[in-house]
């Protein structure tokens, strides 16, 4: 079956400028989870959604990220005026459930790079 | 503190050699999840195998087995006779408590496997 995937897969924008990245998950799973990866280092969390509300969003940086899931399905992470250090690859996962293993399936993430 | 350390940025490993990569972890939680994950040069998260801190058996996916020592918060990731299609990132993680969701990751081990 189809992954997780992410759209664009590159975005080049300017500083101070608003970029969307969108992620559509697994079919059917009900977590969704986004990740920012700098280069170098391991994923950091920003914000996991539980169908369609954020259940914990610990890791957005400041008020210039947002992300929504409306429908439960779809997610778009929005990030105002952007600055260089927000760029970065930015990795989305989706789960099946709550219970077990709970394994978290990434996308292919979308490289933002901020000139 | 480092939730999660991985202390080898790098492994160099010889073809059909057995590999171990370090992973330590820190959290006062009693129930936890330890994940190792593989990034090949196309970004991808590949999930490879899963321990949980109630798990008495070391757990094992082919030629992955994870060398889980609770005592000394170690769960370094085994990889038997190495091949060529080995050379990638890998990350600890770490899903700490029952309800978090999130993955909190090291900073990675870049291995690679020479012919």
Same mark, same amino acid.
């Given at each position: 079956?189809?992954?997780?995937?992410?759209?664009?897969?590159?975005?080049?924008?300017?500083?101070?400028?608003?970029?969307?990245?969108?992620?559509?998950? *697994?079919?059917?799973?009900?977590?969704? +989870?986004? +990740?920012?990866?700098?280069?170098?280092?391991?994923?950091?969390?920003?914000?996991?959604?539980?169908?369609?509300?954020?259940?914990? !969003?610990?890791?957005?940086?400041? !008020?210039?990220?947002?992300?929504?899931?409306?429908?439960?399905?779809?997610?778009?992470?929005? *990030?105002?005026?952007?600055?260089?250090? !927000?760029?970065?690859?930015?990795?989305?996962?989706?789960?099946?459930?709550?219970?077990? *293993?709970?394994?978290?399936?990434?996308?292919?993430?979308?490289?933002?790079?901020?000139? | 503190?480092?939730?999660?350390?991985?202390? #080898?940025?790098?492994?160099?490993? #010889?073809?059909?050699?057995?590999?171990?990569?370090?992973?330590?972890?820190?959290?006062?939680?009693?129930?936890?999840?330890?994940?190792?994950?593989?990034?090949?040069?196309?970004?991808?998260?590949?999930?490879?195998?899963?321990?949980?801190?109630?798990?008495? #058996?070391? $757990?094992?996916?082919?030629?992955?087995?994870?060398?889980?020592?609770? $005592?000394?918060?170690?769960?370094?990731?085994?990889?038997? $006779?190495?091949?060529?299609?080995?050379?990638?990132?890998?990350?600890?993680?770490?899903?700490?408590?029952?309800? $978090?969701?999130?993955?909190?990751?090291? #900073?990675?081990?870049?291995?690679?496997?020479?012919?």
């Amino acid at each position: 079956g189809a992954g997780v995937s992410q759209t664009p897969s590159n975005k080049v924008t300017e500083k101070g400028k608003y970029v969307e990245l969108r992620c559509d998950p *697994i079919s059917g799973h009900t977590a969704l +989870y986004w +990740y920012r990866q700098s280069l170098g280092q391991g994923p950091e969390f920003l914000i996991y959604f539980q169908g369609t509300g954020a259940a914990d !969003d610990s890791g957005l940086p400041n !008020d210039r990220f947002f992300a929504v899931r409306p429908e439960g399905s779809v997610s778009t992470l929005k *990030i105002q005026r952007t600055e260089r250090g !927000d760029s970065a690859v930015y990795l989305c996962a989706s789960s099946p459930r709550l219970a077990g *293993i709970n394994e978290q399936f990434f996308g292919p993430g979308t490289r933002l790079t901020v000139l | 503190a480092q939730k999660i350390t991985q202390t #080898q940025p790098g492994m160099f490993v #010889q073809e059909k050699e057995a590999v171990t990569l370090d992973c330590t972890y820190d959290t006062s939680d009693q129930s936890y999840g330890l994940f190792w994950y593989k990034q090949p040069s196309s970004g991808e998260m590949i999930f490879l195998i899963y321990q949980g801190s109630y798990d008495e #058996q070391n $757990a094992t996916e082919g030629r992955y087995s994870l060398n889980f020592q609770k $005592a000394r918060k170690s769960a370094n990731l085994v990889i038997s $006779a190495s091949q060529l299609g080995d050379s990638a990132m890998y990350f600890c993680a770490m899903r700490e408590g029952r309800g $978090a969701q999130k993955l909190v990751f090291g #900073q990675g081990t870049r291995l690679t496997i020479n012919p």
